[in-house]
């Protein structure tokens, strides 16, 4: 029996070293040269770039990467492979990797915008360029509009206010493309070839809603658990929809579970309010001896506490340094080690699990951390 939890131990050990997927590669920074490394911060391409401004990963369609990058004075892109997809020839000042048309970029020189395609679909030259419909592009100079079609051709010149889709009912059913570019008061109509619709890559967030009853005695129901709850505490204030009761009792808060009056958050603490969800339970961070943390229902502390503060989406303060807590992740928090500290972006590794990417600051220079705590970076 020993034996075999023995074996099994060194199984999940192993198992949980494991790189989340090898098509992953994160942007490694070793001092001042930038590089890819896997989830688990084994370099596997070498720190020579400059820096490494964007960045995209694709699941769906076999882990698609692409890295805006800097050797010299000019930016350019590569894959994961080190495959250039950009030539730096281009001389671009910088470049957006765009994470929902992964196959367009905006990039930038000299203080103005265009957009590559395959190639240079749009220079350098317009103040904005933003991705229209029918893989059509609007381009502004100053506040005047204009569109480029998805050939690159300028099918509305640059002097109009503003420019749309026709909301006609009728020009749906055209076979070209209708435009509309106003200008004043008065309305102006373009046509283009029609690109056939297909559905654009989405990014979704499922969200999760816990719907309460309610009937028309909840008002009856809530004076009913006050008056209860009065005898007990010196301040009551009851939240029919999370069917909970917040507590203070000799200036200590806590929470009470409706409609069983039991106490499930004891009245210890200075500062008492919810937070978030962690594995659809809901999260509570609680003030105690001036330091701040988190409980759930039970008195189960997941977070000690211990930090000066806790900012909004998880950001953890300590000692002027700033950490993460990352809800509904099987790793531990984030240390609270650097000096700034926000999250990326979240890598989607399968269907059920996104791997959270954090960028922060230390006293030498950016660098990300993921949700696991490998740090891809070395000072």
């Given at each position: ?132 419909t029918n893989e059509s ?135 008492l309010s919810s937070y ?48 993460y807590y990352t809800f ?52």
């Open positions: 029996m020993k034996k075999t939890l023995f074996l099994l131990l060194i199984s999940l050990t192993i198992y949980a070293q494991k790189p989340i997927n090898s098509n992953v590669l994160i942007p490694y920074r070793n001092k001042n040269l930038w590089g890819l490394s896997d989830t688990l911060g084994n370099i596997k391409v070498k720190p020579i770039y400059k820096d490494i401004k964007d960045f995209f990963i694709d699941k769906d369609t076999d882990f698609t990467s692409m890295y805006a990058v800097k050797t010299n004075k000019s930016y350019f892109v590569i894959d994961r492979n080190g495959k250039v997809i950009i030539p730096e020839t281009y001389g671009y000042d910088s470049i957006y990797v765009n994470k929902f048309y992964y196959d367009r970029f905006l990039v930038y020189k000299k203080g103005k915008m265009g957009l590559y395609k395959n190639k240079e679909l749009i220079p350098c030259i317009y103040d904005k360029v933003e991705i229209g592009y609007y381009v502004k100079m100053g506040k005047l509009s204009g569109l480029i079609n998805a050939k690159g051709k300028l099918i509305i010149p640059v002097l109009y206010d503003d420019v749309h889709p026709s909301f006609e009912e009728k020009d749906d059913y055209n076979s070209e493309y209708v435009w509309v570019a106003e200008k004043k008061n008065e309305e102006k109509k373009f046509y283009d070839f029609k690109i056939p619709t297909k559905l654009d890559r989405s990014m979704y967030e499922k969200n999760i809603v816990e719907e309460a009853n309610s009937n028309d005695d909840d008002s009856d129901k809530e004076e009913l658990f006050k008056a209860k709850l009065k005898e007990r505490y010196d301040k009551v204030n009851i939240v029919m929809y999370y069917k909970v009761a917040y507590v203070e009792k000799n200036n200590k808060k806590g929470l009470v579970e409706l409609p069983s009056l039991k106490e499930i958050i004891s009245p210890i603490y200075e500062e978030g969800w962690d594995n659809s339970e809901i999260v509570y961070k609680v003030k105690l001896n001036n330091k701040y943390g988190f409980v759930k229902p039970g008195n189960v502390t997941i977070l000690n506490c211990e930090f000066d503060e806790i900012e909004d989406l998880g950001i953890l303060i300590k000692d002027g340094k700033k950490g509904n992740s099987i790793y531990p928090y984030i240390q609270p080690k650097y000096l700034s500290i926000k999250n990326y972006d979240d890598i989607d590794i399968n269907d059920t699990w996104q791997f959270k990417l954090f960028e922060v600051t230390t006293e030498k220079g950016k660098g990300y951390v993921g949700e696991n705590g490998v740090e891809f970076f070395k000072d």
